[in-house]
T-cell receptor, first 115, second 116 residues
Framework: KAGVTQTPRYLIKTRGQQVTLSCSPI?????VSWYQQTPGQGLQFLFE???????NKGNFPGRFSGRQFSNSRSEMNVSTLELGDSALYLC??????????????FGQGTRLTVV | AQKITQTQPGMFVQEKEAVTLDCTYD???????LFWYKQPSSGEMIFLIY??????QNATEGRYSLNFQKARKSANLVISASQLGDSAMYFC?????????????FGAGTRLAVHP
């Protein structure tokens, strides 16, 4: 069974540009969550999509957006990049039915560097 | 507010010895889950163990066990017989009812170094 696949693995962008990251969840999983990991702020929840609908959102500016397709693949977009957006972006997939023991399976992440 | 606290930025342990990584949590929800993840230098978060708020017994998964003390709101990870491959960052995380469960809150992490 294939795991969570994130592409690309590494990305370098210039301030002001926009970027799109992709996440393919485990087959059969309908929930995809995105997290930002930085040395200063740690791991922070960005948003969660379930069946093409955003179900939960963290405290990030509107420059961060996402979407989910009918095959459960998800993309996140960051517009007008700032230096502080440099981070490891992790995608997690889960079966979707929310309950306390819902285990999230993570991809290897996309490391974004903004210069 | 929901919060996870890991007070040990770094720990080291001799190979084959046991080590305890501390985690305390704060939540007003009665229903929540506690997770431990391992993050090697490759970046991927690897699930280790889960404990539910209503579980009366401590969770165990191979060499990993979770020391759950609900009254003290602590969920410490115990790794027995440490191996060199255990060297990594370890994160404690919580899912909770008011967050819809699929939103995990993470602690700052503990970097574990296993020495031969």
């Amino acid at each position: 069974k294939a795991g969570v696949t994130q592409t690309p693995r590494y990305l370098i962008k210039t301030r002001g540009q926009q970027v799109t990251l992709s996440c393919s969840p485990i087959s059969g999983h309908r929930s995809v969550s995105w997290y930002q990991q930085t040395p200063g702020q740690g791991l922070q929840f960005l948003f969660e999509y379930f069946s093409e609908t955003q179900r939960n959102k963290g405290n990030f500016p509107g420059r961060f957006s996402g979407r989910q397709f009918s095959n459960s693949r998800s993309e996140m977009n960051v517009s007008t990049l700032e230096l502080g957006d440099s981070a490891l972006y992790l995608c997690a997939s889960s079966a979707g039915a929310p309950r306390a023991n819902t285990e999230a399976f993570f991809g290897q992440g996309t490391r974004l560097t903004v210069v | 507010a929901q919060k996870i606290t890991q007070t040990q930025p770094g720990m080291f342990v001799q190979e084959k010895e046991a080590v305890t990584l501390d985690c305390t949590y704060d939540t007003s929800d009665q229903s929540y889950g506690l997770f431990w993840y391992k993050q090697p230098s490759s970046g991927e978060m690897i699930f280790l163990i889960y404990q539910g708020s209503y579980d009366e017994q401590n969770a165990t998964e191979g060499r990993y066990s979770l020391n759950f003390q609900k009254a003290r709101k602590s969920a410490n990870l115990v790794i027995s017989a440490s191996q060199l491959g255990d060297s990594a960052m370890y994160f404690c995380a919580m899912s909770h009812l008011s967050g819809g469960y699929n939103k995990l809150i993470f602690g700052a992490g503990t970097r574990l170094a296993v020495h031969p």
